[in-house]
């Protein structure tokens, strides 16, 4: 069957961005990002996070853009290109860091994703680090059309559950679950690390310094426990480098 069309997702709200952007930083590690030099965001929606790396890179960090639609409200501090699919207009070996966050869903099917990350992986440095953020196959409500167990369905049931519920035509995205990613990942040539733990960690003290639940699930609570709920955690954070051969 033909590739639908693919809505945009962008998210344009600041807060939520800003945070965003410094949960990467945080994820990548603070040493590894003031030591590149050049960055690629994936897929860069509103504009907001590729601008807020550039920030934080005082001027030393060359941060570069692209997405297949140009649905950007913050324009400054980057460069940009609109693509028409994943290929990526740069040459091999152009960056030290690619961010990908929560893009691979929209891309395709699983030749499309593998495509994705077969260039990121052919732009990425030797040493270089992807930070890629998924939404999970398996969480209760799928976040693009907030609709529950949607992502849980057959395409053919999730077109017809967008439509029954006044969503759209078609349901256009294609969350992973972790094994499916992992495979991908692998079939990419990438090694992959699992920080989703960490990445919870991290968004608690980045959204909500002063709970007492980040007090409690960071002063207490270990990995182990939290790694029960990984089945329906809401998204996916991993790390990703070229294998090594």
């Known amino acids: ?41 994936v897929g860069c929606g509103s ?56 893009v691979i869903e929209h891309v395709g099917e ?30 209760l409500v799928e976040p693009h059309y907030r609709l529950p167990l949607l992502s849980w369905l057959p395409p053919a049931l999730g077109d017809a559950y967008v439509r029954a519920t006044g969503r759209g035509t078609h349901y256009d995205c294609r969350p992973l679950s972790a094994q499916a990613a992992i495979e991908l990942f692998r079939d990419a040539g990438l090694t992959a690390r699992n920080v989703t733990v960490d990445a919870l960690r991290t968004t608690l003290s980045v959204e909500h310094p002063g709970h007492a639940l980040t007090r409690f699930v960071n002063g207490g609570v270990p990995n182990w426990l939290l790694a029960l709920g990984m089945p329906v955690v809401p998204t996916f954070v991993f790390l990703l480098r070229i294998e090594q051969s």
């Open 47 to 102: 504009g907001i996070i590729s601008n807020a790396l550039s920030d934080a890179g005082q001027g030393r960090l060359i941060v570069s853009a692209v997405d297949v639609t140009d649905n950007r409200i913050e324009k400054e501090g980057y460069s940009f290109q609109q693509v028409p699919d994943t290929r990526l207009p740069y040459p091999d070996a152009s960056f030290d860091i690619v961010v990908s966050n929560h």
């Open 1 to 41: 069957m033909p590739d639908q069309e693919r809505r945009a997702h962008a998210i344009t709200d600041r807060e939520s961005r800003l945070q965003k952007a410094a949960k990467i930083i945080r994820m990548l590690g603070e040493s590894r990002f003031s030591e590149a030099r050049d960055l690629l965001e």
């Open 110 to 139: 699983r030749n499309a994703q593998l495509h994705h990350l077969s260039e990121i992986k052919r732009v990425l440095r030797p040493g270089g680090l992807i930070y890629l953020a998924v939404p999970n196959k398996w969480r």
